[in-house]
């Protein structure tokens, strides 16, 4: 009986590894099937330092954001590198995604008591097959928030009236401004994403030396050292463009603003503390009216931070 057993046992050996091995090649050649869908984890959060990202997130998803600048680093030790000295500044912020691909958003900052209000919209994602880029465009309406006096002064003149210092009747319109972005941003791997984009800025009312339109090129980066960890770095250019210009000579203009940092992020929060020749948070302001230079003694401590919610 064992001798029956042993050898129906050695006669089916074979056998069960001929369909073994006809089931692990089966496997092996099966087609893999690709799911097209948005790559994720392209930003960490909708700021990338003084820049808006590209990144949006599901429908009912909160973002808050606190956005903070200390003064300038020119004291050095005196002041700290510019944590004690005055003039900080800082921006509350609250941005809600509406519909799919659509943010609104609200934030007001210390410096002129700016308020703006905002809108994201990102009508292309960039997905595992196929579209290769995220798309999305920016805007924003700005508030200056100071008394009406500072327009009455006559240190400020309409963008319709040719005559620098001419005395007007104040309307709330003078407070206005405005910018408009478009963004295209590329996850090349999970190292390293990059964001370029171009923008219009218009002010109501400006200071007689300087004009009320720009236009601006922009770049951004963030290069992953850790799993939470990444250097990132942005870089804003106000073009000099003399048909839209109201100076005969531009001698006065606008600064580049240079801006690097470091950026820890988890699934619901990013923190980026970094440095930056800028101290405002509206971006019309910093292509209108950054008149620091990208030197050492005008370059500025600041942080962002921002928290994820889903309702």
């Not at 720009?214 to 463009?241: E, T």
């Not at 405002?280 to 950054?290: E, S």
Request: glycine share 8%; hydrophobic share 40%.
């Amino acid at each position: 009986m064992k001798k029956t057993f042993i050898f129906l046992i050695l006669s089916i050996l074979p056998f069960t590894y001929q369909i073994a091995q006809g089931q692990t090649d089966s496997t092996a050649t099966a087609p893999e099937v690709v799911v097209n869908k948005p790559v994720r984890f392209v930003w960490e959060s909708g700021y990338l330092i003084d820049q808006q990202t590209a990144k949006m997130g599901p429908v009912n998803t909160l973002e808050a954001a606190i956005q903070h600048k200390f003064g300038t680093m020119q004291n050095g030790f005196k002041d700290l590198f510019g944590i004690y000295a005055p003039g900080a500044n800082i921006r509350l912020a609250l941005d809600y995604v509406v519909a799919k691909n659509v943010q609104l958003g609200y934030g007001i900052q210390k410096k002129n008591m700016y308020s703006d209000f905002n809108a994201k919209w990102t009508p292309f994602q960039q997905m595992n097959t196929g579209m290769p880029v995220t798309l999305s465009l920016y805007g924003n309406v700005g508030i200056d928030g100071r008394d009406q006096s500072v327009w009455t002064a006559n240190q400020y003149y309409h963008s319709s009236d040719p005559y620098p210092y001419s005395t007007y009747s104040f309307k709330f319109s003078n407070r206005l401004s405005y910018f408009g972005q478009v963004m295209v941003a590329r996850k090349f791997c999970n190292a390293f994403t990059m964001q370029v984009g171009a923008s219009f800025s218009h002010f109501n009312t400006a200071p007689w030396h300087l004009d009320h339109d720009k236009v601006g090129l922009h770049a951004g980066a963030r290069v992953k050292i850790s799993p939470q960890g990444s250097i990132i770095f942005n870089y804003d250019m106000p073009l000099q463009i003399q048909s839209i210009s109201e100076q005969a000579d531009q001698s006065i203009h606008s600064q580049p603003v240079v801006a690097f940092g470091f950026e820890i992020s988890t699934s619901t929060h990013a923190f980026q503390i970094y440095a930056g020749n800028n101290q405002t948070f509206l971006p019309q302001d910093a292509m209108l009216n950054n008149q620091q230079k990208a030197i050492w003694e005008n370059f500025c401590v600041g942080f962002v931070i921002t928290r994820l919610w889903g309702f």
